[in-house]
């Protein structure tokens, strides 16, 4: 049995984008998520997930709600990256050197 390759699918249109946006938006809303939840949530590589939650992060000064990351954690010894400002999990705690971190998780609030 032979697996056949997808066939690469031309850049999506910008309306697209759009409305992938306001999918990531409205599951955000609900709960407090990771990237990963996102994109199975949403159906888009976790790559494309942050790069629409930078661009939520960014404009959400513009919007009624504000936009809450919840810092990752290291599951060997509880350290709390609090200071990152990163999206993206990190490889590795700088405490025990360990590579076990509960992934930031994202969520939007509406302004009091
Ligand atoms: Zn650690």
């Known amino acids: 049995m032979t697996i056949q390759k997808k066939d ?21 809303k609900e709960q407090n998520l990771t990237a990963k939840d996102l994109s ?3 159906g888009i590589p976790e790559k494309d997930v ?8 960014k404009t959400a000064m513009n919007q009624p709600c504000s936009f809450t990351m919840a810092p990752a954690v290291c599951l060997a010894c ?7 400002e990163k999206l993206k999990k990190p490889g ?14 994202f969520t939007v609030t509406a302004k009091a």
Do not use: N
């Open 8 to 28: 690469k699918l031309p850049p999506e249109p910008l309306e697209r984008c759009e409305t992938v946006r306001r999918e990531i938006l409205l599951e955000l």
């Open 40 to 42: 199975s949530a949403v």
């Open 92 to 105: 590795k705690c700088p405490v025990c050197k360990r590579g076990h971190i509960q992934p930031p998780r």
């Open 50 to 57: 942050y790069e629409h939650l930078e661009h939520i992060r």
């Open 78 to 84: 509880g350290f709390i990256f609090r200071k990152r």
